[in-house]
């Protein structure tokens, strides 16, 4: 998870479309890179993607199932990061976003059918509050979900909006993010993310409620110090209360996730290690960790039964920091990412590293531009609100 509220008073050191009209899925196991390569451009949304597919694109084989992964994987292997689209996630949520929404017809029916599928009025929430309404973890969810993807559309009307998104080589997004990121690129359609973000939403909060956990965040230390603390504090504290890091989210900024004796413990150790502070966060429990266990089998559940195909640009995930264009693969790295640490100083650092030229962050707050100007401050990225 991304706790954008505490990015606000902390610091991070400095270190070197439209939804409808999905398609229906991809024939596998055989597979002509050629075809596939050209249907991406014969849809709405993203399309500058693929341009790495050059002597494979006129390769067709029958391969088994897990050689298909790989191959599938494989079309993502040479991304090219220039322009990019970053999803905020959970913390980002503030009363009145989604206002500036209702002034644009596409943005404001994706409200209209949030409000169908969610069965409460979102946008009220979104809008009005109050705030300890949309920051509880079922809410702001699919309001963080919803309002990030109207964003994309208040983009699109805006003039050369229709010509950025077109131009969008890769996408990522912070934990919720990921599953703004894959709507985005088509890998599922509006409504089926929506229903998938607001089981997990439900599913974390109920994981949340049967083990009292907590986290809190690490101020002034860099990834390794930070093990070492978790490491000490676990010597101390039995196996149901230990810690472990759950975002690493820029270099000098991280969530640990904990049983509550074991982020005590580590609060009071924390200064002894040379932090510069630790803040707990309000959230609902340790996630990220073997504490949201319970929600695994829900969402695999949910993803089993949801369509997802090859997304039309690369989408990095949180877990590996890889993008994958196989859809089972997608699936369990969807149903694993609850429980495991969030990669995205990774992330970051690998998009600059390949060249990003311009990102844009879509969605309420400001927070993720702020973590990569952090990381680089020559970086170009700009933030679309809705």
């Known amino acids: 998870m991304l706790y954008h509220s505490l990015l606000s008073r902390t610091h991070c050191s400095s270190s070197p479309s439209s939804f409808s009209a999905m398609p229906s899925s991809l024939t596998l196991p055989s597979i002509s890179f050629q075809k596939l390569h050209s249907s991406f451009f014969s849809t709405n949304g993203p399309s500058r993607s693929f341009r790495f597919i050059n002597q494979r ?150 994981a949340s409620n049967a083990a009292k956990s907590a986290m809190a965040s690490v101020i002034g230390l860099d990834s390794e110090t930070v093990q070492q603390l978790c490491d000490a504090v676990n010597q101390e504290v039995p196996e149901a209360e230990k810690v472990q890091i759950a975002n690493y989210l820029c270099p000098g900024n991280y969530a640990v996730s904990g049983g509550i004796k074991g982020i005590e413990v580590l609060e009071s150790k924390a200064k002894s290690f040379k932090a510069r502070m630790t803040m707990r966060l309000a959230v609902a429990g340790a996630f990220h960790t073997s504490f949201m266990e319970p929600a695994v089998s829900r969402l695999e559940a949910a993803l089993a039964a949801t369509e997802i195909i090859t997304p039309k640009i690369p989408v990095i995930s949180n877990v590996d920091a890889q993008p994958h264009a196989d859809p089972d693969t997608i699936k369990k790295i ?53």
Not at 128 to 144: F, H, R, V, Y
Not at 162 to 169: C, N, R, T, W, Y
Not at 363 to 375: F, H, N, Y
Request: hydrophobic share 40%.
């Open 334 to 386: 969807l149903a694993r990412q609850v429980t495991s640490p969030v990669q995205w100083e990774t992330t970051v650092k690998t998009l600059l590293t390949k060249g990003l030229k311009k990102g844009y962050e879509l969605g309420p707050g400001k927070v993720i531009a702020g973590i990569v100007k952090r990381v680089d401050k020559s970086a170009d990225i700009e933030n679309i609100g809705a």
């Open 57 to 206: 694109s006129r390769i067709s084989m029958s391969v088994s199932a897990e050689s298909q992964a790989s191959l599938n994987d494989a079309l993502f292997s040479d991304y090219n990061p220039y322009n990019a689209f970053l999803f905020p996630g959970q913390g980002a949520q503030t009363v009145g976003m989604g206002k500036e929404a209702q002034n644009v017809p596409a943005a404001a029916i994706l409200y209209k059918k949030a409000n169908d599928i969610l069965g409460f009025d979102l946008l009220d929430i979104c809008i009005n509050g109050p705030k300890e309404k949309l920051d509880s973890t079922i809410i702001s969810q699919p309001a963080i979900y919803v309002t990030s993807l109207a964003a994309v559309e208040l983009l699109r009307v805006r003039e050369g909006g229709q010509q950025i998104i077109d131009s969008v080589d890769v996408t990522c997004g912070l934990s919720l993010g990921e599953y703004t990121a894959l709507a985005f690129a088509r890998a599922f359609s509006f409504e089926d993310g929506l229903k998938l973000v607001k089981l997990r939403g439900e599913a974390m909060q109920d």
